[in-house]
């Protein structure tokens, strides 16, 4: 059975300074990986999806990357803001026909301090 | 931007009570998904749904789950006798495929008294 273990659980840390979070795969035959948002009580934004051909992908201050042979995945936020206090979570899919779920991480709570 | 739809956003029910959870998958989507988080819990994968079947589902899907696409833009997930366990937030999904990644409704917090 695939695990994904996102580290740390939680993470609080002052306004302006570059964080990465990190995730990790047991099986490393992955076809994607998806990381997402999610505020209390709401659903989950899609932030970036990376395929496994692919090493990384960027948008804007968040820059995620992979190595599917190592099975681990990183998202790094630069100059974090108040507004990026979430939850974040890592998902992998292992096949690219679409019939199978995600696997999700238990999610990074993320707590940015003004 | 399209968006994934899901009515409504809470529901209260008695166990025991049937309930029917809706959504309105993007419309050029050909998979369709419900997960379920129970409070302080992970995500969890229930069922997908391709070409008006059933493609995978995972054990949490029981007979006491049922998924309908019964029209050309709604998906609902029934669950038909419902248990004290059954609450949690309900998300449904939607893909062109596996390679394009998901995009996910805000969800159905389902509470069962």
């Known amino acids: 059975k695939q695990e994904v273990t996102q580290i740390p659980a939680a993470l609080s840390v002052p306004e302006g300074e570059n964080l990465v979070l990190n995730c990790s795969f047991t099986d490393s035959a992955i076809y994607n990986l998806q990381w997402f948002r999610q505020d209390p009580g709401k659903g989950l934004t899609s932030l970036l999806l990376i395929q496994s051909s692919q090493r990384e992908q960027t948008s804007g201050r968040l820059n995620a990357s992979l190595d599917k042979s190592s099975g681990r995945s990183t998202l790094y936020i630069a100059a974090s803001q108040p507004g990026d206090s979430a939850t974040y979570l890592c998902a992998v899919i292992y096949s690219g026909g679409g019939a199978d779920g995600l696997t999700f991480g238990k999610g990074t709570h993320l707590i940015i301090q003004p | 931007e399209p968006e994934v739809t899901q009515t409504p956003s809470h529901q209260v029910t008695q166990m025991g009570q049937e309930v029917i959870l809706r959504c309105v998958p993007i419309s050029n989507h050909l998979y369709f998904y419900w997960y379920r988080q129970i409070l302080g819990q992970k995500v969890e994968f229930l069922v997908s749904f391709y070409n008006n079947e059933i493609s995978e589902k995972s054990e949490i899907f029981d007979d006491q789950f049922s998924v309908e696409r019964p029209d050309g833009s709604n998906f609902t997930l029934k669950i038909r006798s419902t248990k004290l366990e059954d609450s949690a937030m309900y998300f449904c999904?939607?893909?062109?495929?596996?390679?394009?990644?998901?995009?996910f409704g805000s969800g159905t917090r389902l509470t069962v008294v």
């Open positions: 999904a939607s893909s062109e495929s596996g390679l394009r990644g998901y995009t």
